[in-house]
């Protein structure tokens, strides 16, 4: 898959790309929500994983507004990282495009767990996005 690990956060940003590359994805970093904008509009990654409380000029929210808003972004998944796990928050990530929260640290099981609900068993393709 080609994935895009957005997170302010270097250092966690880094580590989740690398577990990713260990399973032979396709993976991207962005460091701020601008940067991640014009990244995915460029590389259109089936998956994008995001920080929620990116610092900057857009936080995760609005990158995730962004990308619903863009029709041509239609097959592209978006997942939300967070610290904070409530049921407030999850419902926010969702509202903005999120499919799905993804709470921090996120251990290697988890995160691989995540990519297997968006890949096709068989063939390895990203499923569609649910309308």
Known sequence: MRIMV?????DIA???????????NDVTV??????AL?????????????????AGELDGLQVAAACRQQRSYDRI???AMSGYSGSADRDRAV??????L???PIRY????????????????????RPR
């Open 6 to 10: 957005v997170d302010d956060n270097q």
């Open 14 to 24: 880094d580590t989740i790309a690398m577990m990713l590359r260990i399973e032979d």
């Open 30 to 35: 962005s460091y701020d929500g601008r940067s």
């Open 38 to 54: 014009d990244s995915i509009g460029a590389s259109m990654p089936d998956l994008v994983l995001c920080d929620i409380g990116l």
């Open 77 to 79: 998944r978006l997942v």
């Open 95 to 100: 509202a903005a495009g999120f499919e799905t």
């Open 102 to 104: 993804l709470v921090k």
């Open 109 to 128: 099981e988890t995160l691989m767990a995540c990519l297997r609900n968006y890949t096709s068993p068989r063939s390895g393709s990203v499923a569609s």
